[in-house]
């Protein structure tokens, strides 16, 4: 199994916090991505990098922010939660080469993130 | 844009095949497989290229047309661990890296 570290697996705060979501791997891969799960949505994806301090935007980005300072780790930020971003939020890593995506993503175990 | 998968849900009996269908309106680079059991997270079965190659595993078959932009998963004889919720996602070809995963299609095998 491919080597990818979400924390925390479960969490729950209130409208306004602010709240981070860290995803480690350690397969040196070059992509990465932060995807968010609801029913009947199937997986949207938020924001996506490609290399250290390279980041771009999904198509559900709003309200999101994310760095990456190392290859290893990928944060995904809340500035101030909403009860609408109550989700399961999966990170993924790809090993793909140049501009496509001509490898499969693996993914983590996820973050059940609950605002209340 | 978001592709549209069909069906949206099928029940067999062990032993049966299944087809899922993936179709998107922009023109495609590639489209990806993925399998979800509940609670778990996505598992990769196959990638499609354009232009024919493929990449994945050997008990399950694939195709991609590219002209019409659709892409099907063939599973024959189903067995138990079959179950479980089948996304595929597209990759546009101005896309570079992001997929746009469907919403999925729930297949349920019964002993």
């Known amino acids: 199994d491919a080597g990818i570290t979400q924390s925390p697996r479960h969490k729950v705060t209130e409208t306004g916090t602010p709240v981070t979501l860290r995803c480690h791997q350690t397969?040196?891969?070059?992509?990465m991505y932060w995807y968010r799960q609801d029913p009947g949505h199937g997986l949207r994806l938020i924001h996506y990098?490609?290399?250290?301090?390279?980041?771009d935007k999904g198509e559900v980005s709003d309200g999101y922010s994310v760095s990456r300072s190392k290859t290893e780790d990928f944060l995904l930020t809340l500035e101030s939660a909403t009860s609408s971003q109550t989700s399961v939020y999966f990170c993924?890593?790809?090993?793909?080469?140049?501009?496509?995506?001509?490898?499969?993503?693996?993914f983590g175990d996820g973050t059940r993130l609950s605002i209340l | 844009q978001q592709p549209v998968q069909s069906p949206q849900a099928v029940i067999l009996r062990e032993g049966e095949d299944a087809v899922i269908n993936c179709s998107s309106s922009?023109?495609?680079?590639?489209v990806h497989w993925y399998r979800q059991k509940h609670g778990e997270a996505p598992v990769f079965l196959m990638i499609?290229?354009?232009?024919?190659e493929q990449k994945g595993h050997d008990k399950i078959s694939a195709s991609f047309n590219e002209k019409k932009q659709q892409s099907s998963l063939y599973l024959t004889a189903s067995q138990l661990s079959y179950s479980g919720t089948y996304f595929c996602?597209?990759?546009?070809?101005?896309?570079?890296?992001?997929?746009?995963f469907g919403q999925g299609t729930i297949l349920t095998v019964h002993p």
């Open positions: 993924a890593i790809s090993d793909s080469e140049g501009l496509y995506s001509n490898q499969p993503q693996h």
């Open positions: 397969e040196n891969h070059r992509y």
């Open positions: 990098s490609y290399g250290v301090k390279d980041t």
């Open positions: 922009k023109a495609l680079y590639s």
């Open positions: 499609l290229l354009k232009g024919g």
């Open positions: 996602g597209t990759e546009e070809s101005t896309s570079y890296g992001k997929l746009t």
